[in-house]
């Protein structure tokens, strides 16, 4: 007898008419939005019991897999110590279990360990644990933190007495988790989302003990979020209101919490900046005056208002200012040149400015947690595609750099040497040249033989810097060349590259992807036989575009968590993030943009031809892309699609967007993903 074969599910229609424009779309599988309906559950159980069977030849595989990767990792690890106002604070893990333990050393770190929270503890009982926003009051004796046991990031905030471990009643539902505290030791500044949409709409004034809490910003724009924070300097309280192209920021000095907050700069549409305090000023980073690359200014702290802003470091169209962060005697400038990270130093009394040295071309460095302020000392993070992280301190004065940590890969068979990393660029439809981070086995042949994992966000100005993966290692390892395309609507070439692959751009990000996919195989590293893509989230957007685009470039795809109904996503405001995702796609309700966003919209543009083998995963929680997404696509591919490869659908019943919540539970669907891909190639162990 042979296993007992599942036959892949076939999801009922009942179509739906869709109408806009006076354009009539019609959706068989509208019906799989109702979370609660039984027949939504027993398909998406049906697809999983389906992948299940199909991979089941490939579960021990998979179980091996995931003990390899986890055995890479350090499980009794810690954080690099960092002080903050008289205590050194650390987060570490123990072996064997799943969730941080947070824990604080007051003044030495020869002195005791104190016990903040034991996430272990904490997470027991619930399938989904995430605990953040860990704010200790001024006096050191309270801390607030958020906790969320959905995986939908709604978390409560509570509070409770670091001595004595008593949680207070405060509990505050509906919150983004994290708070701030006053200088009285007994106000607390948090944020409200919205129940349906989670939205972060406003900022409420806690006083311990109190029950009715002071509203005291709401937010009347659906399109922007809100938040709260505390600034380095400790001198004020700072809202931000923030939309993908313009901020505005209230202020209050946080020795006076019952004052009223005041506007730093009312927002004008387009205007972006963000404000760091200094002494008697605040910097502020900003594309003013068409700063597209952003520029950093400076304004009194008394008269803030933008015709008082003065210019620091003027805007340079070839080099994107990402970040400061400011010391008693330093400020520390993060740059991107033609891609790479670059950190700057300057002494503000003109004495000294440089850069920290860097030297190839497939590496990340950011400044890391500098939250003292009077210190010569910057942490500083590095890795690449074949070096693993490490946290290092500089002395800005001395320029001795010393590595506080270096991530350790266990297992005895790593070896940096092993392994080779490059820079190559692909030359897109427009004549772009579009640039990619790959990373493979010195033994590696180019002949056309190789499987190659493509990688690819290309959304939200977001970056993909090339970093360093133990997990990665696997597919290495076994002849795998892993890529890191940096396409357009990400800003690793600055923020025109951002601009250049959004809104009526948005085909641009795809065909990017495509051009690097072709220039690839041309040039031998792979070919269509061997090809694989992978992209998450807007990156499964991707992926769902470039297979309807080019489908023979591939031989297998995962799209993890993949936004595919763009145009029945975007026209519907009661889905959270809709309306704010407005600047980066466009407004269907226009019809300008409604008519670009259908013609490259995955699931709307679904056709009866071969598409590659598919591996398509996303949970039942998800607040960020809806389930019904990629089960609603995977029903329409199944019933379209012309070839008999592939074509899975794995649904999460417990987790939301991130996936599971536990450190080595995410490995698993690493190992499932993995498996899914080997397999393809006919490697099983």
């Known amino acids: 007898m042979g296993k007992l074969e599942i036959k892949p599910p076939i999801a009922k229609k009942i179509p739906h008419q869709l109408e806009k424009h006076g354009d009539v779309r019609v959706d068989d599988y509208f019906w799989m939005k109702d979370r609660e309906h039984p027949e939504v559950i027993d398909y998406l159980n049906a697809e999983n019991d389906y992948c299940d069977s199909e991979m089941a030849h490939t579960k021990q595989f998979q179980k091996d897999l995931f003990e390899e990767m986890k055995a890479r990792i350090k499980e009794d690890d810690s954080s690099v110590p960092y002080k903050y106002n008289g205590y050194w604070y650390i987060t570490r893990f123990e072996k064997g279990k799943d969730y941080p333990i947070y824990t604080r050393k007051k003044e030495s770190l020869d002195n005791p360990e104190e016990l903040m929270f034991d996430c272990n503890k904490m997470a027991e009982g619930h399938s989904y644990f995430k605990l953040a926003g860990i704010s200790v009051s001024p006096d050191n004796k309270l801390v607030s933190y958020g906790v969320d046991t959905t995986g939908r990031r709604n978390y409560t905030v509570k509070v409770k007495r670091l001595d004595t471990h008593e949680v207070f009643n405060d509990d505050i539902e509906n919150t983004t988790g994290s708070s701030s505290w006053a200088n009285d030791n007994k106000t607390l500044f948090y944020t409200k989302k919205d129940e349906v949409t989670l939205r972060a709409y406003q900022i409420y004034k806690h006083k311990l003990g109190e029950t009715e809490d002071e509203l005291v910003f709401e937010e009347g724009d659906d399109t922007f979020g809100v938040a709260v924070y505390k600034s380095k300097s400790r001198k004020y309280i700072i809202i931000a209101c923030y939309s993908t192209l313009t901020n505005e920021y209230h202020i209050l000095n946080a020795d006076k919490p019952d004052e009223k907050f005041q506007v730093f700069q009312e927002r004008i549409r387009g205007l972006e900046y963000s404000i760091s305090h200094y002494d008697n000023h605040f910097y502020i980073l900003t594309n003013k005056d068409k700063a597209s690359n952003f520029k950093l200014m400076k304004v009194e702290e008394t008269k803030t208002k933008i015709e008082s802003w003065t210019e620091v470091i003027p805007h340079r169209k070839d080099v994107l200012l990402e970040n400061i962060d400011i010391f008693k005697d330093y400020l520390v400038v993060s740059e991107r040149s033609n891609g790479l990270n670059e950190i700057r130093i300057m002494r503000w009394d003109g004495a000294e400015d440089y850069y920290l040295p860097f030297d190839n071309e497939t590496y990340t460095a950011y400044t ?318």
């Open 368 to 685: 890391g947690t500098n939250v003292d302020f009077d210190t010569e000392l910057l942490r500083y993070g590095y890795n690449s595609l074949t070096t693993p992280s490490s946290v290092i301190e500089f002395n800005m004065r001395t320029k001795i750099k010393t590595v506080l940590k270096e991530q350790e890969v266990l297992g005895g068979k790593f070896n940096k040497d092993n392994y080779t990393s490059e820079r190559i660029w692909a030359t897109a439809n427009d004549g772009a040249k579009i640039p990619m981070s790959l990373v493979y086995r010195k033994d590696i042949k180019k002949d056309g033989n190789n499987p190659l994992l493509q990688y690819a966000y290309g959304s939200y100005g977001s970056t993909v810097d090339p970093y360093f993966s133990t997990i990665r290692l696997s597919l290495l390892d076994r002849g795998f060349i892993y890529v890191i395309a940096h396409i357009r609507g990400g800003e690793y070439l600055g923020r025109g590259w951002y601009e250049d692959g959004k809104l009526l751009q948005k085909k641009n990000t795809f065909s990017d992807f495509i051009a690097c996919s072709v220039h690839l195989i041309k040039e031998k590293y792979t070919s269509s036989k061997h090809l694989y893509a992978m992209g998450g989230s807007a990156g499964g957007l991707l992926m769902g575009a470039v297979i309807n685009e080019a489908p023979e470039l591939y031989n297998g795809v995962i799209a993890a968590v993949p936004f595919v109904d763009v145009v029945t996503t975007m026209l519907d405001d009661s889905i959270p993030l809709t309306t704010g995702e407005y600047d980066e796609w466009g407004n269907p309700n226009d019809v300008l943009y409604y008519n670009y966003m259908k013609s490259y919209s995955p699931y709307d543009n679904v056709e009866a031809k071969n598409y590659p083998n598919m591996l398509v995963t996303t949970g039942l929680h998800d607040s960020q892309v809806q389930y019904w997404e990629p089960a609603k696509w995977v029903a329409k591919l199944r019933e379209l699609k012309t070839d008999s490869n592939k074509l899975y659908l794995k649904t999460n019943m417990d987790a939301g967007h991130g996936g599971a919540s536990g450190r080595f539970e995410s490995l698993k669907e690493d190992a499932e993903e993995f498996a899914f891909l080997l397999d393809l190639e006919g490697i099983t162990d």
